[in-house]
């Protein structure tokens, strides 16, 4: 592994600015959602509102969450749809102040929990309901300040610290009710964060320690997937929110997909998937330390990028993840809408290896739509 794992300052002593993560308490287990009355209990809420997906709605899982409400229920808003779209935030918010409830329980993906964590934003003049998340994916929103939603058409982020849910339940049930492609394919979306937190300009030995831990975790259950999946869904799910507490700035795969995906159409798992893998290879030659560790952590055969590289694809490839973006049936011709509504939201995207303006952006998005990575960039 290297040796420098964060950038000195001009006098050679390590430099950096870290403030410690805060989340929510985070329980974990085989059968967590056992522990879900005793955290109501503990966080002193009376009336709860369940969110959920349609999908999700109709599980074994989801009427297993909701038997461990029991007499708290106030109700249950099954209507979250990817994207978060803000109009069923604002029904949701006006739904749970109608039955008077205190709480909200978020059971799903990161749509579903960002509807939790808007609806909170949304009564930031008024008492703080109480907000529990259920990961039923691996992009780390139940630790995050962030919200992403989509309002009129245009995709927002709403940021506040009172929208870190009070606790979160990380039960492997939960993912296992999703179909699997849908479920390991999310785990790139904690493979992607890792990639660049480990780059990032703000990144401290701190950082680093959460992110080679998470992936240390990504290859445990990427190794137990096809023989002890509850492990793995486990493994993944802790992963999840080590890869998303650091907080530290992220780069231009994340840039990208978070125009693209909505854009698109295209899942966040598979846009994070093939943009970390693609910006991953065009960033390497500025960052061929970082990237070193990335191939220790994985146990790659190899320690230079193209090691990690490779390591990478194949847990892409493992976890059913498309190498380019026509295998997710984007079409070519649509690529220069997503760089010039990128460009129109912030400019080019800041990277360890900057991004020239439309003509760089199109480079990497090119690459992205076929999967097919060049020796030299």
């Not at 409830?101 to 003049?125: E, F, N, P, Q, T």
């Not at 008024?126 to 919200?147: H, L, N, S, W």
């Not at 973006?325 to 984007?330: F, K, T």
């Amino acid at each position: 592994m290297a040796e420098d794992t964060w950038s000195p300052g001009n006098d050679g002593v390590a430099a950096f600015d870290w403030a410690s993560p805060a989340s929510g308490r985070v329980v974990a287990g085989p059968d967590a959602l056992a522990r879900l009355p005793g955290l109501l209990s503990d966080l002193g809420v009376s009336r709860v509102v369940l969110v959920t997906s349609p999908s999700m709605s109709r599980s074994a899982i989801f009427g297993l969450a909701r038997e461990q409400v029991g007499d708290r229920l106030a109700g249950v808003h099954p209507t979250v749809t990817p994207h978060t779209p803000m109009e069923d935030v604002r029904s949701l918010r006006d739904s749970a102040v109608t039955r008077g409830a205190d709480c909200y329980v978020a059971i799903g993906g990161s749509s579903v929990i960002d509807a939790m964590k808007a609806a909170v934003w949304l009564d930031r003049d008024g008492a703080k309901p109480r907000a529990v998340a259920v990961p039923a994916t691996f992009g780390g929103a139940e630790v995050t300040p962030r919200a992403g939603v989509t309002d009129s058409g245009e995709k927002t982020g709403l940021t506040s610290e009172r929208i870190v849910p009070d606790a979160v339940v990380l039960d492997p049930r939960v993912p296992a009710a999703l179909p699997p492609g849908l479920a390991h394919a999310s785990v790139a979306n904690a493979l992607a964060h890792c990639v660049e937190g480990l780059a990032a300009p703000d990144r401290s030995p701190m950082s680093d320690a959460f992110y080679l831990r998470s992936l240390a975790l990504i290859q445990h259950g990427a190794r137990h997937l096809s023989g002890r999946r509850p492990v793995a869904l486990g493994a993944f799910q802790a992963a999840s929110v080590l890869a998303a507490l650091p907080r530290v700035r992220m780069s231009a795969a994340h840039a990208i997909v978070h125009t693209l995906s909505p854009l698109l159409g295209v899942s966040h798992a598979v846009a994070h998937g093939v943009l970390c893998r693609t910006v991953m290879s065009y960033t390497a030659p500025s960052v061929g330390d970082r990237h070193a560790l990335i191939a220790a952590a994985l146990d790659a055969r190899g320690t230079g990028p193209a090691a990690a590289l490779d390591r990478v694809t194949s847990l892409l490839d493992g976890l059913g993840v498309p190498r380019g973006l026509r295998d997710a049936g984007v079409r070519r011709d649509r690529l220069p809408l997503v760089a010039d509504a990128l460009l129109r939201a912030s400019g080019p995207p800041a990277n360890p290896r900057p991004v020239r303006g439309r003509e760089g952006l199109l480079r990497i998005l090119g690459h992205a739509w076929s999967g097919e990575l060049p020796a030299n960039w």
